[in-house]
């Protein structure tokens, strides 16, 4: 039987082991500890920093990487996107990350239904590239946006509506992978095996035939267990069957490894008719245990998916304001007492009818069971969608808890028989309130697995907790003859309940088909076979010794600094969660490694690895980075070090995450914390002070006769540019905005502040430094619109310049200076907001500044007073239209308008009052087209060193979709983002105070 490896003989080749990886490949090396402790985590409790981390681009790379690990004794785990668990992608290992260049598609056969496909390519990527075809690859898990065919075959993952197509395991076909000798080897159909193949599945057979009488008394007989390695193939035990045909397929073998087997090389998938139709029948229940009572009623109607929601989650979704009008479509009366559960039952098919049948079958079954007008239908399809997105955020709303205590998963999938699944429950519910926690459940009533976490503070008394509540809810599960392994897998929480589960005689069994694929132990050691205990504290991502930095923060992080109560999930006063950080590394440590970031689809986050695809330049990456260097992980002074400066390089604050993280992680505010200190200690450039100062210079050279055109000069005659980026670092392939002397503040647009508090309809526009300096039409044309319905306009004005929010300052780090800025700005509009005079602004992220970061820089009340009062230019349009205030006098629009929010604008929720302030001009159909960030952001565009990636965000859609518009008026309300249409498209775009000028009749 094969030995855990020798760690420290491994440690010390890492350098060897480094550079024959970087001789004899042509994949990227790293072995720095911050490249490694940004895979040293995955979405579990656990924490092993790797030995080196490989990026291959060939396959022939990860063969020779296989083989060199092998000769140097460096354990080899292959990794997807990160996002199991149990810990299955931690370990002391060599981990080869597929993702950046090992995710294609190689064969789609449309006649026998299958696709051929890399290990690292993912899920949403494969089904949006099938759906022409009509046809789907079915295991639909939640992760889907970010899980790989690799990781989900390496844990047998399992969708919501597994009930109707079964896990990992019942949808791949065949499997080539490496073996532990670098040779491929083909696993498919027992009967056609040949080689090395057929000789391991012969000897697996073997060891099933000795076993039989062992596996028949010990398997567990649900549909969903994924524990162990498929020894049962030989003779299925689960309720559904391997193959439909009974044919035994040695590639389930791999299926649910873990890694531990076997490197694959190519996997094929079994395709599946994509559901012309699907209807959905929420079942709302006044009581929980009725709900588990029902689900095994709901399965015989043939459901394509039962998903429980408890009353928690309900809660929990209803004060998330992304999710509250959504849920809310799910409840039989809004307005009366929240159910304690909710089922989604959906019926999907080829007519509709028959499906529309079944919903009706849904309510009169409910009826039967003395539960009559619980079920709401829902037929359309996508108020189905929308919260079956609901469903599917679950846990990342439950992952939101702010504390150290967190829910941890670690028996959250057990799976038992539909009739116990009642009794199961409220067992369990018992044991947690046993150890002062309590459940919130969710997901897979279907077939028995429901997810529950309870919440343990893994830094205090966690462990303890956990072992106790694992042994009494095995117990539990061995009463009703339940699997403890039902969908995430083993990895290093569930690893030593293999041997509970099957005996020691499988157990044994089972480390003999590891020898026997793998004997020197190369593959994911520790996973499946010989695993640690659960609560090593040593493999903790925060064990009891866990320490942070003490940090004098820029920024108040005091909301982040509190803890929670385990029960009723309450939080302390802010300030008080003892973080010698101030808050902010708790912030950090709010990102739990859900991988959500790696998201390529709608919205926003997160552009930089939607370019690069490197771990560093995720949101993720960032965060494990800064929580590592907090807490003193990657040595001495790490905050301050290149390290981290590496990973903020490309963050172009876009603030994506600040929404679209469910844990609301938002980097862009880090990126300002961080900033202030490196910066503090290694200085600001000549750039960040030519760009920081921006607002107060910007009226001198206004002022000055003649400077403007000399400055301007240097967009016109490419030495001076060349010039200007050697001295400043300023690309020279940019044009910079054009300086101008008619500013905003030159001009007497606008009415005296005497007019404004005797008006009527009184409105401050506060002019930015980008529209009142370089853009001033735009300021013009908002006045003309706001002047055209009554309005009173008010410009704030200084003698020596104009009002800024200090958003160029903290850009750059100087928090002290933006502060000075903003606190002028917030003394001068007290005397508006106290009259309760609205604020509004042009440039997205400059208004938004007031509503965001003025919040953390300590101003107390008066800053929450402006934040309330500010309002884009659109959003006080919209709602003035909804008050019946603003009724303009437009004429019909002949164009098509292509609209790009700013991504301040995504991150607040602000781009729909667009939308609808243009869906007011008569004919117009505006049409957001569906962006990320531009990638201009602010100065980040302009920037000799970042000229080529922030173009390379723009091609992503941006810029491609304005190409294929022409005749289109372009939209943009951020002037950065104009500017990078302009230098991508030559096409001028607008400000949408303009387009509405247009159309004044
Ligand atoms: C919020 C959230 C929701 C989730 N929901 C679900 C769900 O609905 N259903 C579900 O089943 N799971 C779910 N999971 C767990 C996880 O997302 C899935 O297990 C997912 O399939 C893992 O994919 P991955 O690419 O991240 O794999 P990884 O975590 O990177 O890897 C998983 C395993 O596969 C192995 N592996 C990866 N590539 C290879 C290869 N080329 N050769 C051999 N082995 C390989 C790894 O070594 C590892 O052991 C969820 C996780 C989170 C955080
Ligand atoms: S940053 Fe947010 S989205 Fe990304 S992994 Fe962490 S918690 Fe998930
Ligand atoms: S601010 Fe934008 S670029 Fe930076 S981490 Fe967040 S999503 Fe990514």
């Not at 099933?208 to 524990?227: F, G, N």
């Not at 940090?551 to 029960?567: A, E, G």
């Not at 087209?929 to 173009?951: D, K, N, P, Q, R």
């Not at 950065?976 to 387009?995: N, Y």
Request: neutral net charge; charged residues 20%; contains cysteine.
């Amino acid at each position: 039987m094969n030995k855990p490896l020798a760690l420290k003989e491994v440690i010390a080749d890492k350098e060897f082991l480094a550079k024959r990886l970087r001789s004899e490949t042509s994949g990227e090396v790293m072995t720095d500890a911050a490249s490694r402790g940004r895979y040293a985590t995955d979405a579990s409790i656990y924490q092993t920093m790797p030995i080196a981390v490989f990026v291959p681009k060939t396959a022939q790379d990860i063969v020779s990487a296989i083989q060199i690990a092998a000769d140097l004794g460096v354990p080899v785990l292959p990794r997807g996107g990160g996002t199991s668990q149990c810990g299955q992608t931690t370990g002391p290992a060599l981990v080869i990350d597929n993702t950046k260049y090992f995710r294609n598609i190689l064969e789609v056969n449309l006649d026998q239904a299958y696709v051929d496909v890399q290990p690292g390519i993912v899920l949403d990527h494969l089904n949006a590239a099938l759906k022409k075809h009509q046809l789907w690859y079915p295991v639909d898990v939640s992760t889907a946006a970010q899980a790989t065919i690799g990781g989900m075959a390496g844990n047998n993952s399992c969708g919501s509506r597994s009930i109707a197509y079964g896990n990992m395991v019942h949808n791949v076909m065949g499997i080539d992978a490496w073996l532990a000798d670098g040779q491929v080897a083909s696993f498919g159909l027992m009967k056609d095996a040949q080689g090395k193949a057929l000789q391991l599945g012969q000897f697996v057979q073997s060891l099933a035939h000795l076993h039989q009488a062992e596996i028949e008394e010990k398997w567990p007989k649900v549909m969903r267990r994924v524990a162990g390695y498929n020894l049962d193939i030989f003779n299925n035990q689960s309720e559904r069957p391997y193959t439909q045909d009974g044919q035994v397929n040695l590639a389930h073998l791999l299926v649910g490894a873990e890694g531990s087997l076997a490197y694959y090389k190519q996997l094929r998938l079994k395709l599946s008719p994509l559901p012309k139709h699907k209807t959905l029948g929420v079942v709302n229940f006044t009581s929980f245990y009725e709900a588990m009572d029902s689900a095994q009623h709901i399965v015989k109607l043939l459901p394509s998916a039962v998903e429980l929601v408890d009353r928690t989650m309900i809660d929990l979704s209803r004060n998330n304001p992304a999710f509250k009008s959504v849920i809310e479509t799910a409840l039989i009366d809004v307005n009366g007492k929240t159910p304690e559960a909710i089922l989604l039952v959906e019926f999907s098919g080829e007519e509709l009818a028959p499906l529309e049948k079944k919903v009706k079958d849904l309510v009169s079954l409910m009826a039967d069971l003395g539960h009559p007008g619980c079920v709401v239908e829902m037929i359309q399809a996508e108020a189905q969608k929308n919260l079956w997105e609901v469903r599917k955020a679950g846990l990342n709303i439950m992952m939101s808890l702010k504390g150290d205590g967190k829910p941890v998963s670690f028996i959250e999938d057990c799976a038992v028989p539909l009739e116990s699944l009642a009794e199961y429950t409220q067992g369990l519910t018992e044991v947690f309130s046993k150890y002062g926690s309590r459940g919130t459940w969710y997901a897979h009533a279907s077939v028995g697995t429901l997810h529950v976490r309870p919440i343990l503070d893994m830094r205090r008394d966690g462990a303890q907790k956990m072992r106790a509540i694992a042994e009494e809810a095995a117990a539990l599960v061995k009463r009703y003859k339940g699997a403890f392994s039902g969908e995430h897998g083993d990895g290093i929480c569930r690893g030593e309940w293999i041997q509970w589960q099957f005996g020691p005689k499988l157990t044994e069994a089972l480390g003999e088909i590891k020898h026997a694929f793998d004997p020197h132990n190369l593959f994911n050691p520790g996973k499946i076979i010989h695993p640690p205990k659960m609560d090593d504290a040593s493999l903790f991502r925060f064990p009891p010794s866990y320490q942070v930095i003490p940090l004098k923060t820029s920024l108040d992080w005091s909301s982040w600094n509190v803890q929670n109560d385990p029960v009723t999930e309450e939080t302390t006063a802010p300030g008080t969660g003892g973080d010698p950080a101030n808050g902010f590394a708790k912030a950090v440590e709010m990102c739990n490694n859900n991988g959500h970031c790696r998201k390529f689809d709608a919205g926003t986050m997160c552009p930089s690895y939607r370019v690069t695809r490197d771990e560093k330049h995720l949101t993720r990456g960032r965060a494990n980075t800064l929580r590592l260097a907090l807490s003193n992980q990657l040595g001495q002074d790490a905050l301050l070090s290149d390290e981290v400066k590496e990973v903020f390089d490309l963050c172009v604050s876009c603030k994506g995450c600040k929404r679209e993280c469910p844990t609301g992680v938002d980097m862009a505010k880090m990126k300002i914390e961080y900033l202030s200190h490196y910066k503090k200690k290694h200085g600001w450039t000549l750039r960040d002070q030519l760009i920081a100062t921006l607002p107060r210079y910007a009226h001198t050279i206004a002022a000055i006769p003649g400077l403007a055109f000399l400055l301007n000069l240097r967009n016109h005659w490419a030495p001076l540019a060349y010039l200007g980026e050697k001295l400043t670092g300023i690309s020279a392939r940019r044009s910079l905005p054009t300086w101008r002397r008619d500013t905003v503040w030159r001009s007497n647009l606008g009415c005296t502040e005497e007019t404004l508090f005797a008006s009527a309809k009184p409105v401050v526009l506060w002019a930015d430094t980008f529209n009142g300096c370089f853009e001033t039409e735009n300021i013009q044309a908002a006045v003309k619109v706001l002047e055209a319905s009554g309005y009173s306009v008010h410009i704030p004005r200084k003698t020596d310049g104009h009002y800024c929010c200090g958003r160029t300052y903290l850009a750059s780090g100087m928090v002290d200076r933006a502060r000075e800025s903003a606190s002028e700005l917030i003394a001068a509009f007290t005397r508006f907001t106290d009259k309760n005079i609205p604020i509004i602004g042009l440039e997205p992220s400059c208004i938004l500044t007031l509503r965001d970061e003025f919040l953390v820089m300590n101003f107390g009340d008066t800053a929450k007073k402006l934040s309330n009062g500010s309002q884009t230019f659109e959003e006080f349009l919209v709602s003035e239209a909804k008050a019946g205030r603003f009724t303009p006098n437009l004429k019909s629009c002949e164009k098509q308008i292509l609209l790009h929010g700013h991504c301040h604008q995504k991150s607040f929720d602000a781009v729909k009052p667009i939308i609808t302030l243009l869906k007011m001009i008569p004919n117009a159909q505006p049409q957001l087209i569906e962006t990320s960030c531009c990638g201009m952001a602010g100065s980040f565009g302009y920037e000799s060193e970042h000229h080529e990636v922030s173009l390379q965000m723009a091609e992503l859609q941006l810029l491609p979709a304005i190409r294929q518009a022409p005749d289109a008026i372009v939209l943009a309300d951020g002037s950065s983002c104009r500017h990078q249409i302009k230098d991508g498209t030559e096409r001028e775009a607008l400000h949408v105070a303009r387009i509405l000028e247009m159309h004044l009749k």
